[in-house]
C-alpha cells in the first residue's frame, strides 16, 4: 500500500485497475465476476474506495480486467480506451 501510494499524484485524475489483484489491492475485497466488470467504469462507491484508500483525487477511474484479455476483445478495448483518455483530456485520434 505504501508502494502504491507513493506513486499516485495529485495531478492523477482517472485510475485504471488491471486484473483481480488490483482490484483486491485498490478495494481491500475481492471482485465477484471479474469477467462480467472487464472494460467498465468504477461505480461512485468505488471510486470513493479508491480515493479513501490512497489519500487521491481521482476523478474517474475504470476495472480493466487482465491485461492480456485486452486482444482478445480489440474493438471494445479500443473503445473503451478512447473514453478513458477523452477524460483524462488526453488527444485522441477520431
Given at each position: 500500500?505504501?508502494?502504491?501510494?507513493?506513486e499516485i499524484?495529485?495531478?492523477?485524475?482517472?485510475?485504471?485497475?488491471?486484473?483481480?489483484?488490483?482490484y483486491l489491492?485498490?478495494?481491500?475485497?475481492?471482485?465477484?465476476?471479474?469477467?462480467?466488470?472487464?472494460?467498465?467504469?468504477?461505480?461512485?462507491?468505488?471510486?470513493?474506495?479508491?480515493?479513501?484508500?490512497?489519500?487521491?483525487?481521482?476523478?474517474?477511474?475504470?476495472?480493466?480486467?487482465?491485461?492480456?484479455?485486452?486482444?482478445?476483445?480489440?474493438?471494445?478495448?479500443?473503445?473503451?480506451?478512447?473514453?478513458?483518455?477523452?477524460?483524462?483530456?488526453?488527444?485522441?485520434?477520431?
Open positions: 500500500m505504501k508502494r502504491l501510494t507513493s499524484s495529485s495531478t492523477h485524475q482517472t485510475v485504471l485497475i488491471c486484473g483481480a489483484s488490483a489491492a485498490c478495494m481491500d475485497e475481492k471482485l465477484a465476476s471479474p469477467a462480467k466488470r472487464e472494460l467498465t467504469a468504477l461505480t461512485p462507491e468505488e471510486l470513493s474506495r479508491v480515493n479513501q484508500r490512497f489519500k487521491a483525487s481521482f476523478t474517474s477511474g475504470w476495472y480493466m480486467g487482465h491485461t492480456r484479455r485486452w486482444l482478445m476483445r480489440t474493438s471494445e478495448t479500443t473503445r473503451t480506451l478512447r473514453t478513458i483518455a477523452r477524460s483524462a483530456g488526453w488527444e485522441t485520434e477520431p
